[in-house]
C-alpha cells in the first residue's frame, strides 16, 4: 500500500471511492432447482432482493441481498 498516493488523494476522489466501496456488491447465486449458474436479472434496492434467472433451467428465483 503507497500511503503517500493515498495522503495525496484530493477530497474529491476520496468521496467517489467512497462512494463506490458504499455500493452493495451483488453477485448472482446458482440456482436451487438445478445447481446451474443463474444471473442476475433485475435488483429491487427497496426491498433489498434480487431476481435470479437459471442459464440451465430457466427457473426464476429471488434472494435476500446481504
Ligand atoms: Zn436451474
Redesign the pocket.
Same mark, same amino acid.
Given at each position: 500500500m503507497d500511503v503517500r498516493l493515498r495522503s495525496r488523494r484530493s477530497a474529491r476522489q476520496a468521496a467517489a471511492t467512497q462512494t463506490i466501496e458504499e455500493e452493495p456488491v451483488v453477485l448472482p447465486n446458482w /440456482?436451487? #432447482? $438445478? =445447481? =446451474?449458474a &443463474?444471473y442476475l436479472d433485475s435488483i429491487n434496492l427497496t426491498r433489498e432482493t434480487k431476481m435470479q434467472t $437459471? #442459464? #440451465? /433451467? &430457466?427457473?426464476r428465483w429471488e434472494t435476500h441481498i446481504d
Open positions: /440456482c436451487p #432447482q $438445478c =445447481g =446451474g &443463474g $437459471c #442459464q #440451465q /433451467c &430457466g427457473l
